[in-house]
């Protein structure tokens, strides 16, 4: 296969290097040659698709640089095969992203993400016509004033072209009373959610045809050269929504810290409280798209505006259409430098925000009545007990198993709680 041969070469010769730093400007701009070589040297997606399936069977020899070249290049040729008119708008938000925003060269964890994000879209769309899109950056109340440094930058940037970039403010939307962000009262009771749905409002009011609104987080951990993996399901496929998924055999993940067994114990919970997104296993990865036809019907009285808005979005899209999202594996780096979250994520709150929306929008059946009414009840202490006590079933599985391995019972968390007081 020449595009194999091609990419051993690539490796012979180190055209790229075995390490990627994802602060380094050097470092996307070789993905992005090499995801133009391969998208230009494919004869069509089922040769990127099978050049994929042997670099991510053997991920760990492989770098990953390249690993997310072969993404990007088969987003760019999926959308190269779509011959209607499409718009996508990238919608993200920043709170406390004052440093991140800026160069390397301004600041030691500056990731200059604004800029590159755009230079991202641009690679990807350039080459078709028939595609276009848009950004809208939301404050979501930073008191470093990201929003305005977003401005500054678009308003002062000689590398690209920043007309199709939009910066908006949560407050605003506040002190309009959009319904939107009801029931807000400050920008302090959003934690993201209430911007990223203000962004998909604002993006949701523009008349386009085959109109895909996406959200992603502010950092540069997924490469929106991607899109193209989220949009085809939506456009070509009829899918209502497509989701980036960092748990599937053929994602890509550099994750630090230890997020993935408390993370592990969040899924298996929320699959007890809401069964019917069973099928979908990475609820928070930041990289989702929705077929903006939908989106006015989902966003709008919702009850949760914090980090766990993704799950009701997810939610509303599953019982208007059953298995209407498509997961779709991605790759993505961990951004953890200036993370504007913690490494130990709100799982505990995200799990109540979830039994809310059980509460809300489900028929009651025993079982996640048992569970809601264990969760509602859990301080934080419990909650950390319970990870450091956290049965092995659990912590060692899979979970993508998680709805339908359902053996750890409620009595069993209480159990393994008294036995951490013990």
């Known amino acids: 296969m020449a595009l194999i041969r091609y990419v051993n070469e690539a490796l012979k010769t180190k055209v790229f290097s075995e390490t990627f730093d994802i602060t380094n400007t050097g470092h996307w701009n070789q993905i992005e040659t090499l995801a133009q ?26 770098p990953m640089m390249l690993q997310i070249a072969v993404k990007v290049a088969l987003s760019k040729k999926l959308l190269a095969s779509i011959s209607k008119p499409v718009h996508i708008s990238i919608i993200f938000a920043v709170y406390k992203e004052n440093r991140r925003i800026l160069t390397k060269e301004e600041d030691p964890l500056g990731e200059d993400f604004l800029i590159r994000k755009i230079k991202q879209m641009q690679f990807l769309t350039d080459e ?31 590398t690209v072209n920043t007309n199709n970039v939009k910066v908006a403010f949560l407050q605003d939307a506040i002190d309009q009373h959009l ?38 987080d502010a950092d540069l951990s997924t490469h929106l050269g991607q899109s193209g ?18 748990r599937e055999p053929k994602s890509v993940v550099v ?61 509303k899209t599953e019982l208007i259409e059953h298995q209407s999202i498509q997961k779709v594996p991605i790759a993505w780096y961990d951004s953890e430098a200036a993370s504007t979250t913690t490494d130990i994520q709100p799982y505990l709150s995200m799990l109540q925000a979830t039994a809310a929306m059980y509460r809300k929008y489900l028929p009651a059946n025993p079982v996640s009545d048992e569970f809601a009414n264990f969760i509602e009840k859990l301080t934080e202490t419990q909650w950390q007990n319970l990870v ?35």
Not at 397 to 412: I, Y
């Open 128 to 158: 078709f016509k028939n595609i276009s899109w848009d950004m809208f950056v939301v404050d979501d109340g930073c008191p470093e004033g990201s929003g305005n440094i977003a401005r500054r930058i678009l308003k002062t940037s000689k």
């Open 388 to 422: 450091d006590k956290m049965p092995e079933e659990i912590a060692n599985g899979e979970p993508s198993t998680f709805d339908r391995f359902d053996k750890v019972s409620v009595s069993r968390l209480m159990k393994a709680l008294a036995d951490s007081q013990v």
């Open 37 to 62: 070589q391969l998208y230009k040297n494919a004869y069509n997606c089922n040769e990127i698709t099978l050049l994929e399936n042997r670099i991510t069977t053997d991920k760990k020899t492989n």
């Open 179 to 216: 319904e939107v962000v009801a029931p807000l009262q400050s920008t302090d009771d959003s934690r993201k959610g209430g911007s990223i749905e203000y962004g998909m409002y604002l993006a949701a009011q523009q008349k386009k045809e085959n109109h895909v609104i996406i959200f992603t």
């Open 255 to 315: 994750k630090k810290g230890t997020r993935n067994t408390r993370g592990k114990l969040f899924i298996y919970l929320w699959k007890r409280l809401i069964p019917q997104l069973g099928y979908i296993t990475d609820t928070q990865c930041g990289f989702k798209a929705f077929d903006a036809g939908i989106v006015n019907k989902i966003i709008n009285d919702t009850i949760e505006k914090k980090f766990a808005f993704d799950i009701e979005l997810l939610l």
């Open 229 to 246: 993996l989220l949009v085809n399901h939506i456009v070509t496929n009829a899918k209502k929504a497509a989701i980036g998924s960092r």
